[in-house]
């Protein structure tokens, strides 16, 4: 959509034939390049295409046109047609066969009210959280909680004025340039196409999550640049200030209590506990387009070693595997049960009871060495989406892995976590949140006070 954009752009606002041409080639020359740029890459670093894994475009437009979500990612979507077996061109089917009957179920006032369900969903906030409350720094044997897990919340409720106001000027200097029938520099033409193309997309035909909103943030950084360039403040504060000047105590006194107000009302946040999980370990889930489940033979083990750093940890392992008639996995004769877990503390000579889902009891995981073992307990082969098998790809240098032993292209999913009750936002924070926007709030009251002080408002002056 972006490429379009300037492509638009290039032809529209291009001085002549010449540099429009001169332009385009290189734009085309530009996709090219890295178009096969990235197939050398992929090849280098060892990937090999997978048709068990491939998945068609229909899945995510399929997702975002799901009516009971906001058309975000949904697990039962995700997954609906990727089960082992199918090609890709069955799934593209199946998916196409569900987007009809999707569409035929919506008349056109519930579609356009979900497509705004899909706006609000994905531009609400200005700060993403759905996809990066999990992210860990540390070292192989430590993660760290991310920024985001321990400040998202106040991180989002600090933003939203910046934000407010980042869109707002956005809007009012498109609308003045458009009312005013002023000429548009390319640069902002191109922001604008850029910015309405990313939201076409992912509103009218893509799945939405809030992270995807970042595509068109630097547009909307740039349009506001140039509209904060544009803007008389000396002339506003001039204006408004003449009104205000007056009352300005007045109107401090009513902001002051409504900040109070906002501050007492949502002061339940810093003492409603919630429970929360850090995270210590945490090894690849199931794959996110589906795999070609591993295959254990017969009465094989297999075992990883790892660390534990911290005490009080719960263990979370997959435990889900099945056997077939044959080794056809195509007749999808299936008989589902479960792998042998055994989980073993070498430094403590402990045993770690772990049930037939494949979680340990609450806390019971310490600090120490342990080995954990998986055993296909049957006299036949079975498969199992527990353990990623990432091919010839190179991953011996990221720490944060774990392969089985013997089996490096082999990792179990597993997550170590210690779960602890906290608030959703400290009172540090919170304190924080409003004590800035009170001095925020007397700044612009003494700005507006002491304006002709201030500001050198006669022109001559300036």
């Not at 066969?97 to 999707?102: M, V, Y």
């Not at 106040?154 to 956005?170: A, K, R």
Request: proline letters at 3%; aromatic letters at 12%.
């Amino acid at each position: 959509m972006i490429i379009i954009a300037l492509l638009i752009t290039i032809v529209l606002m291009g001085q002549t034939l010449r540099q429009k041409f001169v332009q385009i080639s290189i734009l085309i020359a530009t996709v090219i390049v890295v178009y096969f740029g990235s197939s050398v890459i992929q090849t280098a670093q060892r990937y090999e295409r997978n048709n068990q894994v491939v998945t068609p475009a229909t899945r995510y437009i399929n997702m975002g046109l799901n009516p009971n979500t906001s058309g975000q990612i949904d697990g039962n979507d995700a997954w609906l047609y990727e089960q082992p077996g199918r090609t890709p061109k069955e799934k593209n089917r199946l998916y196409l066969s569900s987007i009809k009957r999707r569409l035929l179920n919506y008349s056109v006032g519930s579609l356009s009210e979900h497509f705004l369900k899909k706006a609000t969903y994905m531009y609400g906030t200005g700060l993403t959280i759905q996809d990066f409350f999990y992210w860990y720094a540390g070292n192989k044997n430590n993660l760290e909680e991310s920024i985001l897990d321990r400040f998202g919340v106040t991180l989002v409720n600090g933003f939203q004025f910046f934000y407010i106001l980042l869109s707002v000027m956005t809007f009012v200097f498109l609308w003045r340039h458009l009312k005013n029938k002023r000429s548009i520099p390319p640069v902002v033409l191109f922001s604008v196409l850029g910015v309405l193309g990313v939201c076409a997309f992912q509103v009218g035909l893509w799945e939405v999550r809030d992270r995807y909103s970042l595509l068109a943030v630097p547009f909307t950084v740039f349009i506001f640049s140039y509209a904060l360039a544009g803007l008389d403040i000396v002339g506003w504060i001039s204006r408004f200030g003449s009104v205000l000047k007056q009352d300005v105590i007045r109107y401090f006194i009513i902001s002051t209590g409504l900040l109070v107000f906002g501050y007492l009302s949502n002061y339940s946040l810093t003492t409603q506990l919630v429970e929360k999980n850090n995270v210590s370990i945490h090894q690849p889930y199931v794959a996110y387009a589906g795999q070609s489940d591993v295959k254990i033979k017969a009465h094989d083990k297999l075992k990883i070693t790892f660390d534990v750093e911290t005490t009080g940890n719960t263990g979370i392992f997959y435990n889900s595997a099945y056997s077939i008639s044959s080794d056809s996995k195509s007749q999808q004769v299936k008989k589902y049960l479960p792998l042998q877990i055994s989980l073993m503390n070498t430094t403590l000579h402990k045993s770690i009871e772990v049930d037939s889902n494949g979680n340990t009891k609450a806390n019971t995981m310490q600090k120490g060495k342990y080995v954990l073992t998986l055993t296909n307990p049957t006299n036949q082969a079975i498969y199992t989406q527990g353990i990623i098998d990432i091919g010839k790809a190179d991953f011996s240098f990221n720490s944060l892995y774990r392969s089985i032993s013997g089996h490096p292209e082999l990792m179990p999913v597993m997550t170590v976590a210690r779960s602890s009750q906290n608030t959703l936002v400290s009172k540090k924070q919170y304190n924080a949140i409003f004590t800035l926007l009170f001095v925020i709030l007397c700044i612009i009251t003494y700005m507006f006070r002491k304006k002709d002080k201030i500001l050198p408002l006669n022109k001559s002056k300036i």
